[in-house]
């Protein structure tokens, strides 16, 4: 980075380190989500294409560096190593790089840990920071080993370009290290695997220049309507259910919420009627007043939960409330419409899976709070079944089948989480 004159001579320093950080690629975990930090986990068939993609992005769009910095975990050195002798640079693979050390829980799968001590997994994804897996490190600890790492190595990396290949809590602590960001708030930081997060330090201070860059240039921050991807291994899932009334959803989406330790998001609409509100007395304006209040609750407790707890279970899915819009026929004013529609079908990219729950297979219900109608559920479930199919890719919907069993519902949801790891 060159500075002009005068900027120079008011700069006690001018010079720029530039890090690179490479996300490994997607690890091997035998068809499960497992807890695994220090574990020595080999790439899947995916990882290794991340990987190759990695080297070949880094020898072609990015400057040479000085040196490269990396874990001495295989899924990193996967890359490190060719990437430093094709460029012919100098490597540094070191343990104090390493993902978090998961202790005890190294390498079980979430549903065996949760099922063994489901409050100590709940207390874990109610306070990661701090909560320490047995024998093992907390967040908080990870962040201070990179503080003291980047503390270490300042001087000698100053005013150079570096490569730096690991984990994504390597990635998070030195985000939060450098940009005096709340480690509370870590999981706000996603670079997905195989991805190219790019960081400028100057006395000034630190410039996130690039976050998630994949190698064909699409960045996390570019934020795109629905990219096709595997369920994040690090994190728990961020699910949402689908589907007219009586089909299931708030039984199942209660069950999944218990299961994976993660907050249970109900829909808005049948608290408001439980609590007294009676759609028929509402205006149309005032019905499509109401439609936005509930998706805008649903956004901001999706963001809430995800920043607490990594992960959430909706009763609803954004596209739910675009098949609202167009059930109660809100569709008079097409520049609102539009808007309605690029708001919540933005926010598709979000849910690892949206659940498409059957309509006819249990028994409607009169419970006095929603409808009874069969055609009028139906003509609702034919609506967002449209929306679903039009709006999201084949790898994030998940149609369910005509099964009524909660046990086969659940195993058939875990099933297409773990699929492809």
């Given at each position: 980075m060159s500075f002009d004159r005068v900027t120079r001579q008011a700069l006690p320093q001018t010079a720029v380190t530039h890090l690179h950080l490479l996300r490994h690629g997607v690890v091997d975990t035998g068809g499960r989500r497992r807890a695994y930090g220090i574990t020595d986990a080999p790439l899947s068939a995916e990882g290794i294409r991340q990987a190759?993609?990695?080297?070949?992005?880094?020898?072609?769009?990015?400057?040479?560096?000085?040196?490269?910095?990396?874990?001495?975990?295989?899924?990193?050195?996967?890359i490190a190593r060719p990437l430093a002798e094709r460029l012919g640079v100098p490597l540094v693979c070191t343990p104090?790089?390493?993902?978090?050390?998961?202790?005890e829980w190294e390498w079980q799968s979430w549903e065996e840990l949760t099922l063994r001590d489901e409050q100590r997994i709940r207390d874990y994804w109610t306070d990661y920071l701090n909560t320490t897996p047995p024998r093992g490190e907390s967040f908080a600890d990870m962040v201070k080993r990179i503080g003291d790492w980047w503390a270490s190595e300042r001087a000698s990396l100053w005013g150079r370009r570096w490569i730096v290949v690991g984990h994504i809590g390597v990635i998070r602590?030195?985000?939060c290290h450098l940009f005096s960001h709340?480690?509370?708030?870590?999981?706000?930081f996603a670079p997905m695997p195989g991805t190219h997060t790019h960081i400028l330090v100057a006395w000034s201070g630190a410039v996130l220049q690039v976050l998630g860059e994949h190698p064909g240039g699409t960045s996390a921050s570019a934020e795109p309507r629905a990219s096709a991807r595997p369920v994040a291994r690090d994190r728990p899932p961020r699910l949402a259910l689908s589907g007219s009334a009586g089909v299931g959803k708030t039984t199942l989406g209660?069950?999944?919420?218990?299961?994976?330790?993660?907050?249970?998001?109900?829909?808005?609409?049948?608290?408001?009627?439980?609590?007294?509100?009676?759609?028929?007395?509402?205006?149309?304006?005032?019905?499509?007043?109401?439609?936005?209040?509930?998706?805008a609750e649903?956004?901001?407790?999706?963001?809430?939960?995800?920043?607490?707890h990594g992960g959430f279970i909706a009763d609803r899915s954004a596209v739910d409330y675009a098949a609202f819009w167009l059930h109660y026929r809100f569709t008079d004013d097409?520049?609102?419409?539009?808007?309605?529609?690029?708001?919540?079908?933005?926010?598709?990219?979000?849910?690892d899976r949206i659940v498409?729950?059957?309509?006819?297979?249990?028994?409607?219900v009169a419970d006095g709070i929603r409808s009874s109608n069969p055609w009028l559920q139906r003509h609702f479930q034919v609506t967002v079944e449209g929306l679903l199919h039009r709006e999201v890719e084949a790898e994030r919907l998940l149609v369910m089948p005509d099964v009524v069993a909660l046990e086969h519902r659940l195993r058939l949801i875990s099933e297409a989480l773990t699929a492809g790891e």
């Open positions: 190759e993609a990695l080297i070949e992005y880094a020898i072609s769009a990015l400057p040479r560096p000085d040196g490269i910095l990396s874990s001495d975990l295989s899924r990193c050195t996967a104090t790089l390493r993902e978090q050390d998961m202790g602590s030195l985000l709340p480690p509370d708030q870590a999981l706000r209660r069950a999944l919420a218990k299961q994976h330790g993660v907050p249970y998001i109900p829909e808005g609409m049948r608290s408001r009627l439980e609590a007294g509100l009676s759609l028929h007395a509402l205006t149309h304006p005032q019905l499509a007043a109401l439609i936005q209040e509930l998706w649903q956004r901001d407790a999706e963001d809430a939960a995800i920043a607490s097409q520049s609102v419409t539009e808007a309605f529609f690029a708001k919540t079908l933005s926010r598709i990219s979000t849910y498409l729950l059957p309509w006819g297979v249990l028994p409607l």
